[in-house]
């Protein structure tokens, strides 16, 4: 689909699904306004960006600017006319945020509010917003669809959860205001030019920026939360999406919401459909990277779910939005920018 012609406001830009997707937005023919606040990214993406952007580099704009800085957002939006906005921005850490709760509410649904008024002042009523599978909490059943239950397990989950429910609200109250609520799986991957990927800032708490630095034999070995879990070898299942597929799903979103005369709020789950063990993600990454991940069996993590992976017929239905690539395509493009930037965008660059 094209969006030739339209201008998207992108909040979290920077950070991994945000350049990701700014990048495809670019190549379906958008032009892109992306702001970051920097919390949890490096003005060095926007370099990495605009490499792969080429020609189109300059139909992309960052500002630096966070989503509660109301003068910030209003200066923006007096000097442009958005079609859209990709909504990323926000704190990610469900370890962090149940130690640091308030900082948590304050960024992620207070600035949210912000990011809203300052949208509505301007008549801007287009949203895709970067909602989480953790809105499900620990599903009863797997295939999850968006019917079922929702139930924050921690307060990042109930962040996005209060922000869906927001969001549901002002569409009710306000038939102008179309929004897709995007539900990621386990987001992992990297661009497969190994150019752009993800960066954890301190101790990885996901599995695959861990199992990446081990194999970069900057940790010692893996702790594998689980293996008594009744699976078909005792190690928990999840759902994991090329960070690609999920670029392109934010893309046929947008194209969504805006051939969408009335769209309200929908959810939408975006994943593929197909889980996979931890025990399966390390051999994934071993036959990728050729390198040996060092692991050992622990006691499960508290608050884990046995088995999560997606139903993928919404998506496929309402975006014509079905992921593409498999595990050992996710592992091997991750190796191509873990091997390019073993510390990420803090690797020296070669004179
Ligand atoms: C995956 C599996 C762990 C680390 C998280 C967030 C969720 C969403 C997706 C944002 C689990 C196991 C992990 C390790 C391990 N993010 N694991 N050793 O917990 O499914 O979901 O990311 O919206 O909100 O909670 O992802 O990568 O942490 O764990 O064995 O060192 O890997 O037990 O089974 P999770 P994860």
Known sequence: ???????????????????????????????????????????????????????????????????????????????????CVIHFAGFKAVGESVEKPLEYYRNNFVGTVVLLEVMRQFKCK???????CTVYGLPEEVPITEAAPLKAISPYGRTKLFQEDMFRDIAVG?????????????????????????????????????????????????????????????????????????????VAAVAKVL?????GCTPINLGTGKGSSVLEMIRAFEAASGKKVEHKLMDRRPGD???????????????????????????????AWASKYPQGYETPIAE
């Open 1 to 83: 689909m094209s969006l030739d012609g339209k201008n998207i406001f992108v909040t979290g830009g920077l950070g991994f699904i945000g350049s990701h997707t700014v990048l495809v937005l670019l190549e379906h023919g958008a032009k892109v306004h992306l702001i970051d606040n920097l919390s949890n990214s490096f003005p060095r993406v926007f370099d990495h960006m605009k490499k792969l952007a080429g020609d189109k580099a300059d139909k992309m704009k960052y500002t630096k600017c966070d989503i509660n800085d109301k003068e910030g957002l209003t200066k923006i939006f007096e000097a442009e006319t958005f079609d």
């Open 126 to 132: 287009n949203m895709v917003f970067s909602s989480s």
């Open 174 to 250: 306000d038939k102008e205001w179309r929004v897709l609520l995007l539900r990621y799986f386990n987001p992992i991957g990297a661009h497969p030019s190994g150019e752009l990927g993800e960066h954890p800032v301190g101790i990885p708490n996901n599995l695959m920026p861990y199992i990446q630095q081990v194999a970069l034999g900057q940790r010692e070995f893996l702790r594998v939360f689980g293996s008594d879990y009744p699976t078909p070898d005792g190690t928990a299942i999840r759902d994991y999406i090329h960070v690609m597929d999920l670029a392109e799903g934010h």
């Open 259 to 263: 051939a969408s005369p009335e769209l």
């Open 305 to 335: 779910s046995v088995a999560v992976w997606a139903a993928t017929e919404t998506a496929e239905r309402e975006l014509g939005w079905k992921a593409k690539y498999g595990v050992d395509d996710m592992c091997v493009h991750q190796w």
